[in-house]
């Protein structure tokens, strides 16, 4: 009777055996993204509720209607943004995030020329929306901005 026993024995301790040798190699595999925080979402929304915010307002709309953008996008610089879209901004994002913005053609890839140095090494989460007129001009713009993880 023991002995027909031992062989459930080691079946069961074989079983054992493999589950925690795959525990192990799926930790290992997973290079230590087990409890990192996705914030993705949260970045989205923060940056989606302030570029609203600024397409909804008048005055904020015509200061971003009113940029120069050179015909080259090369040569667009990074600091293009009116003070007072800049300071809705900087009033709006959560504290844990820090922003730039830029300001495009509709139709251009809008990216920054040189990454902040506080944002080097970290993930950068972007978000652009288009104000293309108001009752009086039609030039149509992008205002993206740019938000990482403090």
Do not use: H
């Not at 027909?4 to 525990?23: C, H, P, S």
Request: with cysteine.
């Amino acid at each position: 009777m023991l002995q027909g026993k031992r062989g459930w024995i080691r079946i069961v301790e074989a079983f054992v055996a493999i589950l925690l040798i795959t525990g192990v190699l799926l930790l290992v595999m997973n290079k230590g993204y087990i409890g990192k925080k996705d914030i993705s979402g949260q970045v989205r929304d923060a940056e989606w509720a302030v570029l609203r915010e600024i397409e909804l307002n008048d005055n904020l709309r015509n200061e971003v209607l009113g940029v120069n953008i050179p015909d080259n996008p090369d040569e667009n610089p990074d600091d293009n943004v009116p003070a007072n879209v800049i300071n809705k901004i900087t009033n709006r994002i959560p504290n844990y995030l820090n922003c730039a913005a830029k300001i495009c053609e509709l139709d251009t890839l809008c990216k920054l020329n040189s990454i902040p140095n506080e944002a080097l090494g970290k993930d950068i989460y972007a978000e652009s929306i288009a104000i293309t007129a108001t009752s009086t001009v039609y030039n149509p713009r992008q205002l993206k901005m740019f938000c990482w993880v403090r």
